[in-house]
């Protein structure tokens, strides 16, 4: 990867806008003395930061890798000692998957506790809930609501299991890439009821 086109490369991803160009010339100086080489060892981190990320289940790995290469770039200008870069970028990267997998058990929660309060409320409680919830939930296609609403059908033990396995086999994907789809929606679901109930109630 020739300079010119690692400026670009870098111009599209978060670093590229934020990140301070000396700082981030240094930690390329760190990875190859010759820009061209140091453009290719960029490149080739970030794309297996991406795959590790993928594997791990982050619904952005692309997002997560320009996310650890920054932490990375703004560490080693704190003087933070790395004998191996590249072991040294996994070491944020497996931090970073466990700080966005809480984040996500976190919207995942309440967006379950959102609905389960829906079942104990009253008729009029239900429907100011629901005015909430369905221009949300039109934010969807009509595939994603489907799937969202078969996935979180109520069943329990290993008849849910099942159902789950069905679901995946009818849609031609596998289970793993269903679970990442649906907890992907339910995150979009949650920050758009989440916003929504601030605005109602900031118009009170």
Do not use: W
């Not at 982050?58 to 704190?78: F, G």
């Not at 997998?101 to 609905?115: D, Q, W």
Request: aromatic fraction near 6%; charge should be positive.
């Amino acid at each position: 990867m020739k300079a010119e086109e690692l400026n670009a490369y870098e111009a599209n991803s978060k670093g590229g806008r934020d990140m301070n160009p000396d700082a981030f010339a240094r930690f390329l100086k760190r990875l190859a003395p010759d820009p061209e080489e140091a453009g290719r060892r960029y490149a080739k981190l970030h794309n297996k930061l991406t795959g590790f990320f993928a594997l791990k289940g982050l619904t952005d790995p692309a997002s997560a890798a320009d996310e650890t290469l920054d932490r990375a770039v703004m560490k080693v200008e704190a003087g933070a000692v790395v004998p191996d870069v590249d072991k040294f970028c996994f070491g944020i990267a497996r931090y970073i998957a466990k700080e966005r997998f809480r984040l996500l058990v976190r919207e995942i929660l309440a967006f379950h506790e959102f609905m389960n309060a829906v079942i104990n409320h009253s008729n009029e409680q239900v429907e100011r809930i629901y005015e909430i919830l369905k221009p949300c939930l039109e934010l969807l296609t009509i595939d994603e609501q489907q799937m969202l609403m078969e996935y979180c059908h109520q069943i329990r033990g290993r008849a849910r299991a099942e159902h789950r396995r069905e679901l995946a086999e009818r849609m031609n994907r596998s289970e793993g890439s269903v679970r990442i789809n649906v907890s992907r929606l339910r995150q979009t679901l949650a920050k758009c009821v989440q916003a929504r109930s601030h605005r109602l109630e900031a118009q009170k």
